[in-house]
């Protein structure tokens, strides 16, 4: 393998493992696919991850040419397909013997599908809320209340979003009006109504990087883990003084 | 908790007929200006009004009028996180409150329906002041669908979002507090809810999966679940 190869094949790998990374696998299946791919591709692969950056060295198994390349991490919405697309490629890549070229113009392909739809995202963000106000035992009354304040929240989040507001204030602006508009509920006298305004921010709760920190942190990627978990736990404090802004505005004596 | 709702409606209406009426005055100078002559400083004219109208129904309304119901300054904030869309509306020019398409007829109609609020509550045996008025909360919001509806070219969303929630709140005091008038705003804000969304899907023009098709049909759907479920509460 020539010295350009391995450079070409550093640079796609790089690119594969910043784009993994930044939709929000844990870091272990991003390794473990890395060097996957690495292997098929004729290379060994060693990656060091971080919150922001990975830097990875790309070897040749019979030359001992090594290249590195150090790379920021893309913060893009997390997404479950990108998650099994990428992991499938790498599979592919292994057992059909795929050239570089082709696991390129595959993986191309696969991050140039088109997003979901936020039309659609909204409406199911709200069901998914209202659905929680159920579980939890709130009536339909509650529930109700739920969708259109979650509606509100979450348009406001990606209005927000889309102006590259910082993410921890999308977060507070997002519980504050989510979970003041369920509190109106609170005029009506339904006996649900601590529900519906509970279960209005519930859209905010980072799972993913929570349990992407605890994976990371249990396969001993502990750095990545802690940082992971941090950045969840200061969301879940930027939510927590979106809704207590409203506790203290409507219902002092909850908090 | 009916009879007090009642009287701060009585108490209100006693005390600021006057300026309802302005207000109506005001609304229909408006709503022609922009249907005949829609002009820029027709527009932020437009857009002021539902900032002072919003913000009268929370103070004036809630904070002096209502201020004996539990919770009234819950709903004042609402008010004002309304006025506050409208604001962001008029210094970002986020909606254009121009005509477009059929459903600007539609509009037409939700515009008037703010008028039959008196009438209905005449009709059920009430007598001034103690009967529904257009200045009243559902009213003004069931008047600012309209204009959304009728001028939606490019609408505040915002503001519908707001008045989707407002209608889920009105249409549950059609039982709790016996005034059938917001009826209304419920019947209205449903259907618009399919017609704003499908539209903003036609200016996204198939770029996001799943297929506008199927958005639709999933906002159909949720439109029928909500009037099942206002039925069914």
Redesign the interface.
């Known amino acids: 393998m020539t010295r350009e190869q391995i450079a070409e094949t550093a640079d796609f790998i790089a690119r594969y493992l910043s784009y993994m990374l930044g939709a929000g696998v844990h870091t272990s299946r991003v390794v473990r696919n890395s060097k996957r791919l690495g292997n098929a591709l004729g290379v060994d692969v060693a990656i060091h991850t971080s919150q922001k950056t990975a830097m990875l060295t790309v070897s040749d198994k019979d030359s001992n040419v090594l290249n590195t390349r150090v790379v920021d991490i893309p913060s893009f919405p997390i997404s479950f397909e990108w998650n099994a697309d990428l992991s499938a490629l790498s599979w592919a890549a292994h057992d059909r013997k795929m050239t570089l070229e082709e696991v390129r113009r595959e993986f191309d392909t696969l991050v140039s ?8 995202v909204l ?2 963000v709200s ?1 998914a809320n209202a659905s929680f106000c159920r579980l939890f035992g709130g009536d ?2 509650a ?3 739920t ?3 979650t ?2 929240g979450f ?2 989040r990606q ?1 927000l979003t889309k102006k590259k507001v910082n993410h921890y204030i999308v977060f507070i602006v997002s519980a504050f ?1 989510a979970s ?2 369920a ?8 006996p649900t109504a601590e529900i519906a305004l509970a279960t209005s921010v519930l859209y905010l709760v980072p799972g993913v990087p929570l349990i992407n920190g605890l994976i990371d942190i249990t396969d001993g990627h502990i750095q990545t883990g802690i940082s992971r978990i941090v950045n969840a736990f200061m969301l879940i404090v930027c939510i927590a003084i979106g809704l207590s802004i409203t506790l203290i ?2 219902k002092n004596s909850l908090l | ?1 009916k009879e007090i709702f009642w009287n701060t409606i009585a108490s209100y209406n006693a005390a600021t007929w006057p300026w309802q009426l302005a207000f109506i005055a005001a609304a229909a100078v408006l709503t022609l200006l922009l249907w005949f002559r829609p002009r820029r400083w027709v527009r932020i004219a437009a857009k002021l009004y539902m900032v002072i109208i919003s913000l009268w129904i929370a103070f004036v309304y809630y904070l002096k009028f209502a201020s004996a ?7 004042a ?2 008010w004002c ?1 309304m006025a506050l869309a409208w604001i962001y509306d008029l210094v970002t020019n986020f909606s254009s409150f121009s005509r477009s398409g059929k459903a600007s007829y539609w509009g037409l109609i939700v515009l008037v329906l703010p008028l039959a609020y008196p009438f209905i509550s005449i009709s059920r045996g009430f007598v001034f002041p103690g009967i529904t008025m257009p200045v009243l909360p559902s009213a003004v919001a069931l008047y600012m669908l309209g204009m959304l509806m009728t001028f939606n070219e490019k609408i505040n ?2 503001a519908y ?2 008045i ?2 407002w209608s ?2 009105a249409i ?2 059609i039982t ?1 507090f016996d005034i059938p008038e917001d009826i209304l705003l419920a019947v209205s804000s449903i259907p618009a809810m399919v017609i704003f ?1 499908t539209r ?2 036609k200016s ?1 023009s198939g ?4 297929s ?1 098709k ?2 639709t049909v ?2 159909s759907a ?1 439109a029928v679940l ?1 009037a099942g ?2 039925l ?2």
């Open positions: 599908k088109p997003g979901m739809n936020p039309v659609f409406f199911m069901l339909i009354w529930m109700l209340v969708f259109t304040a509606m509100i348009f406001t209005h009006v003041i508009c509190s109106t509920s609170l005029s009506l006298g339904i505005l409507v | 908790m119901r539990e919770h009234s300054e819950v709903l904030i609402f996180m969303f915002f979002i707001f989707l929630h889920i709140i549950s005091k709790l969304f903003s899907l996204m770029k996001f999966k799943p506008d199927t958005v999933l906002i949720v909500l479920s206002l069914a509460g």
